[in-house]
């Protein structure tokens, strides 16, 4: 058996178990297909200005959204809603305005809408990839480190139903931001403090390969 079926079926396998632990936790949230893509289409016009009138960002400060989990979608929209309102949730100046006005049915629609849509791919740079696939596939256990593979998959894909976000096509330097983040503390909308538990045993040198790595994983 090739390594490459002996990945697929390790994977298959972590990912039955974060579903289970997901639905027992109840953190699955409803992927289900409550949303209106075509009234999404329609509520994302404002939304084109940064995340592009497909979803795919021109420019890397803002995420693809093209593509993305609805799942991960709705919890973002709602968290960041929930921030500007004054209370818990996810703390960002541009989309925590731009969220506050949405109700239930509109992030729904936009989340039905942009995970519709299909995610630009980019390419692994070489002198990235021995550094970034050792730890992303495998981490480091020195440093008590998990692989990154265990919530977002050999291909980046994540896991809809426990809302971890498809990572693959993403703007490198917009996961680089978000690592970094999550390493100081100043997103700290992760369940349970699990990337910022990952993210602070990271070094500036990982967090690049890593960024760059995943984002090419398709």
Request: proline letters at 5%.
């Amino acid at each position: 058996m090739g390594s490459g079926s002996l990945i697929t079926k390790s994977w298959n396998a972590m990912k039955n178990l974060v579903i289970t632990l997901a639905l027992m936790v109840g953190v699955t949230g409803m992927a289900q297909a409550k949303g209106d893509a075509a009234a999404g289409q329609t509520k994302a016009a404002v939304c084109a200005a940064c995340h592009g009138p497909d979803g795919n960002s021109l420019v890397d400060m803002y995420p693809k959204i093209a593509g993305q989990h609805a799942s991960y979608i709705k919890k973002q929209l709602v968290e960041l809603k929930a921030a500007a309102s004054g209370q818990i949730g996810r703390v960002a100046p541009v989309m925590g305005p731009m969220a506050l006005p949405l109700s239930e049915q509109d992030m729904d629609d936009l989340a039905a809408y942009f995970s519709s849509l299909k995610v630009t791919p980019i390419a692994v740079p070489d002198d990235v990839v021995e550094a970034g696939k050792a730890l992303y596939m495998g981490g480091d256990m020195s440093r008590g480190l998990a692989a990154c593979t265990a919530c977002h998959g050999p291909r980046g894909s994540g896991v809809e139903q426990a809302k971890y976000p498809n990572l693959s096509g993403q703007h490198p330097a917009y996961i680089k931001a978000q690592l970094t983040a999550f390493r100081a503390g100043t997103r700290d909308n992760d369940p349970n403090g699990m990337m910022r538990d990952v993210a602070k045993k990271l070094t500036d040198q990982d967090i690049e390969a890593l960024s760059k790595y995943v984002a090419g994983l398709h």
